[in-house]
């Protein structure tokens, strides 16, 4: 079946604008995570969504990072007047949700901001 | 705490030689810990998993050890092959589901 998808791949944006990062998981995935990974690091926790239940949004690095999610499908991530620091490749993963236990992530190919 | 180190940050081997890479955590709760292979410019992919129920676990010429008294997990990687090299990361899970990773090994395999 289909995997994680996001988009856009390849975002560019100019300091102080806005964008919208947009992530579909895999159908039925009731866990979704965002990740940031900046050039040659690890991967940086940003907000977990699982079901109805609140947020965990613990990872998300000052209030101009914010996320969003209808249901158990489509999330935006959210990140107001940008910065270079922002730069980097923003990974969306899903995962069953099974209760109970951590379950496996699966990642999509992620959006590449690149903040001038 | 909930990091996780991870060591080496480079590794250069000859193919068919194996390769291990090592990851010391601190929360001593944590009872996942996955594995993922990043290759250039694509997504991370789970190569394995263990959870910390068991000791060992093995799939063909990749294998994780785990030792929960020590709080290390080790990949293990034999024969390996041209098409190995990639970046891995480790992760261990937080309670809270999502996954703290480590910094990453970029495992060179040379033909």
């Known amino acids: 079946g289909a995997g994680v998808s996001q988009s856009p791949s390849n975002k560019v944006t100019e300091k102080g604008k806005d964008v919208e990062l947009r992530c579909d998981p895999i159908?039925?995935?009731?866990?979704l995570y965002w990740y940031r990974q900046r050039l040659g690091q690890g991967l940086e926790f940003l907000i977990y969504?699982?079901?109805?239940?609140?947020?965990?949004k613990s990872g998300l690095p000052s209030d101009r990072f914010s996320a969003e999610r209808t249901g158990e499908s489509v999330s935006t991530l959210t990140i107001q007047r940008t910065q270079q620091e922002d730069s980097a490749v923003y990974l969306c993963?899903?995962?069953?949700?099974?209760?109970?236990?951590?379950?496996?992530?699966?990642f999509g190919p992620g959006t590449r901001l690149t903040v001038l | 705490g909930e990091n996780v180190e991870q060591h080496p940050s480079t590794l250069s081997v000859q193919e068919g030689d194996s390769a291990v890479i090592k990851c010391t955590y601190s929360?001593?709760?944590?009872?996942?810990f996955p594995w993922y292979k990043q290759e250039l410019g694509k997504r991370p992919q789970l190569i394995i998993d263990?959870?910390?129920?068991?000791g060992e676990k093995k799939d063909q010429r990749i294998a994780v050890t785990l030792n929960k008294t020590a709080k290390h997990f080790s990949l293990h990687i034999t024969e390996t092959q041209p098409e190995d090299s990639a970046v891995y990361f480790c992760?261990?899970?937080?309670?809270?589901?999502?996954?703290?990773f480590g910094s990453g090994t970029r495992l060179q395999v040379q033909p």
């Open positions: 969504f699982q079901g109805n239940s609140a947020p965990d």
């Open positions: 993963a899903s995962s069953p949700g099974l209760a109970g236990s951590t379950d496996t992530q699966y």
């Open positions: 159908s039925g995935h009731t866990a």
């Open positions: 263990i959870r910390s129920n068991v």
């Open positions: 992760g261990q899970d937080t309670g809270r589901r999502a996954l703290t």
């Open positions: 929360d001593s709760a944590s009872n996942y």
